[in-house]
């Protein structure tokens, strides 16, 4: 039977519901708190009209949101596409078009960012994390009065849950896509073949979790041995400002 990348989430907060998962500056998150937060963020995006299958970019550096909002995504069966905040509006606007994605999730710290990119491509629709655009969406703000129950959907190994744009040695942008069956294939092959983890242990993850680091967060959520150790996570730009109550 095929291994998917919800059903990882979904087991890895069962294990330890109340050790500390994340801690980002001085604020702390259980293994429970990121499953509800990401329930609540999923059942937001899903009363914004996003639905499963839909293509929705983030554009967000490290921060307290940038777990909970990558599993809520995953929780709603959209197919993410993070943007590297380093990039020009015009190479974001081409992976957006690429994509076919229509929305976009910003931090507050890149709204200009994102609305030099709506000017750029007028139907694009901004949701902001602790942020709006022209009275648009705060989804932060829109998920604290949804359910901690996660959406009820049902999902296939080949199923896309990322398209990740990368640049190898041509210096060319070009995608790659994830898929259920592999996002959960990876997060295997991590814990057999590139990193022994003990309970207790503290990852801390300094570079953008857009990039190959981020790899590092599922198996340190599912894995039994592993679920008693928490990711540090290091802001990739600027410093974001407080959580949303679970």
Excluded at 69 to 96: Q, W, Y
Aim: charged share 15%; with cysteine; aromatic share 6%.
């Amino acid at each position: 039977m095929t291994t998917t990348y919800l059903e990882l989430i979904n087991r890895g907060a069962k294990t330890y519901p109340d050790r500390t998962a994340i801690v980002y500056q001085d604020q702390s998150f259980t293994f429970r708190q990121v499953d509800e937060l990401s329930s609540q963020l999923a059942n937001a995006m899903n009363a914004a009209g996003i639905k499963q299958g839909d293509c929705i970019a983030l554009l967000l550096n490290n921060g307290p949101y940038s777990v909970p909002v990558d599993f809520a995504c995953v929780k709603t069966g959209i197919n993410r596409v993070p943007l590297n905040s380093r990039l020009s509006i015009s190479e974001h606007a081409k992976m957006l078009r690429d994509t076919g994605a229509k929305r976009i999730l910003f931090g507050a710290d890149l709204a200009a960012h994102a609305a030099a990119l709506k000017a750029e491509l007028p139907e694009l629709e901004c949701l902001g994390v602790e942020s709006s655009l022209d009275g648009g969406i705060d989804l932060v703000e829109q998920a604290r009065s949804q359910s901690c129950e996660p959406p009820q959907i049902t999902v296939q190994g080949d199923d896309v849950v990322a398209t990740l744009f990368i640049s190898g040695t041509t210096g060319t942008l070009k995608a790659a896509q994830h898929t259920q069956a592999s996002y959960a294939a990876i997060c295997k092959n991590v814990l057999m073949n590139v990193i022994s983890v003990e309970h207790n242990d503290a990852m801390l993850h300094a570079a953008s979790l857009i990039h190959a680091s981020g790899v590092f967060v599922l198996p340190l959520t599912w894995f039994p041995p592993c679920s008693k150790c928490c990711w540090a996570i290091l802001n990739s730009k600027i410093p974001m400002s407080r959580p949303c109550a679970t």
